[in-house]
């Protein structure tokens, strides 16, 4: 007996750091299962996803954000295409409120996996949850313990690299002698448009001092290359922030970038994407899933946030569309970000869950030569940089949350199909068996 499991998910962090851990041991263990990804509306985007989740082994359809909110508003379906009788519906990531309006529609009972906030508590059958922080502020408001389960971080189980340092150096055409500087923009492309050529500025006032260091952009596959290329080479994008251009061209390793300075930055290809930050010495970042996936790695990162051009930003929600509106995006919107930073104690997910500032943050109006000596000062200092990546593994939480999920799964199918035929699991995930009813 076949059956549905459609993940509900949005933007480019949820879909790499949160679907595809899950669909890959969804696969392992009940191989019968039908995956359905369905995308949410998300004003962060890249306009890649869909792209990017047809291409993930094992899925059998996606619903593009339009088809998801045809059928959540209109009950409207594509063509040829239907739910099958028995399914659960899993959400990793978005706005909690599709997953009210998908149990509307299809009747099918959902899980939500969540870091933070909880919705929808009375509708919603289960919550999954990465750590006891979580799990606790969860009872604290109320929410009963069989409601709840505490699954570890699925960032561990999706940020893993292949190889061994030494032969990623060798396959990116990278000295094993000297030290690497990753420059992350991220995958949104508002990110990417306006803060790559800023990175590019640091890594000159980095270059300046020390001309060993080696410099990386680890592509995000939601991220073409024509819109790095664009960062760089378009003034409308550069002067935003104040950082500089740089010229694309390629060697025998493959993509690169050189700016006026003579920095020279290798454009790392996105199969390497992980592979990229596990051998960075230290990582200059913006905020986002980037922080935790380097966390998991162990990786020493800078975070920063510059805030020179507010407006650029988008904000979730109807606040975010009336903010966009001429006029108001310019005196409406710089006052609702400038609001919610200062109510942010911290800007990277690792910070966030320790409490206290592991690894720099920068924010504001932000020095890139003040970043550049603090980047250097913590790759001259082994013994500190040991201790910070210590303490991010540490924080970040434990791996195996997406077996712990699956079987959270194979739990709620059980409950509400006793009569369902799949794989099922017992509590140490080691013996599987075929599901009897007759010895129930």
């Keep these: 007996m076949s059956f549905d499991i459609i993940i509900l998910t949005n933007g480019p962090g949820e879909l790499s750091a949160w679907v595809k851990p899950v669909v890959r041991k969804l696969l392992e263990v009940v191989p019968s299962c039908r995956i359905i990804i369905a995308l949410l509306p998300c004003p962060y985007a890249s306009n890649e996803e869909y792209k990017v989740a047809e291409k993930i082994p094992g899925v059998s359809y996606v619903f593009n954000d339009t088809e998801t909110s045809f059928f959540v508003l209109l009950n409207k379906l594509p063509n ?22 998908f149990k509307w529609r299809t009747k099918f009972p959902t899980l939500v996996y969540t870091e933070k906030n909880i919705f929808w508590a009375s509708i919603i059958d289960k919550f999954l949850v990465p750590d006891k922080n979580t799990y606790i502020a969860a009872r604290m408001n ?24 030494i032969e990623i150096r060798e396959r990116l055409g990278l ?13 949104k492309p508002f990110k990417v448009k306006y803060s790559t050529s800023f990175l590019l500025k640091i890594a000159d006032d980095i270059f300046s001092k020390r001309p060993d260091i080696q410099f990386i952009i680890p592509q995000s596959p939601y991220t073409p290359l024509y819109q790095i290329v664009a960062s760089v080479t378009d003034d409308k994008y550069i002067n935003v ?29 996105s199969d390497f994407q992980y592979e990229a930050f596990q051998i960075s010495d230290v990582a200059i970042t ?24 507010l407006d650029h930003i988008p904000i979730d929600g109807l606040l975010g569309r009336i903010s966009d509106l001429p006029v108001l995006n310019k005196i409406l919107k710089p006052f609702i970000i400038k609001k919610s930073i200062q109510k942010i104690k911290f800007i990277s997910i690792p910070n966030q869950k320790a409490g206290y500032s592991i690894t720099p943050e920068f924010v504001g109006n932000i020095s890139t030569s003040d970043i550049a000596d603090k980047a250097i000062e913590i790759i001259d200092n082994y013994e500190k940089r040991r201790n910070i990546s210590m303490e991010l593994r540490k ?28 794989l099922k699991t017992t509590n140490n995930f080691s013996d599987w068996t075929k599901k009897n009813p007759d010895n129930d």
């Design 80 to 101: 040829n295409f239907y739910f099958q009788e028995s399914g659960i519906i899993l959400q990793l990531g978005g706005d909690q409120f599709f997953s009210v309006l």
């Design 142 to 165: 109320n929410i009963s313990s069989d409601r709840l389960s505490l699954v570890g971080n699925l960032m561990v189980d999706a940020a893993q690299s292949k190889m061994n340092p």
């Design 175 to 187: 000295s094993p002698q000297f030290p690497i500087v990753s420059l992350l923009p991220g995958s």
């Design 241 to 269: 922030l104040g950082g500089v251009s740089a010229k694309f061209g390629q060697d025998k390793h493959g993509n690169i970038l050189l700016t006026d300075a003579g920095t020279l930055v290798n454009i790392i290809p």
């Design 286 to 309: 913006l905020p986002g899933t980037n922080t935790a996936e380097l966390a998991v790695l162990g990786i020493p990162m800078i975070t920063i946030f510059p805030t020179k051009k």
């Design 395 to 422: 924080v970040i939480g434990t791996g195996g949350a997406d077996i712990n999920i699956v079987d959270n799964i194979l739990d709620c199918l059980f409950l509400n199909y006793p009569d369902i035929e799949i």
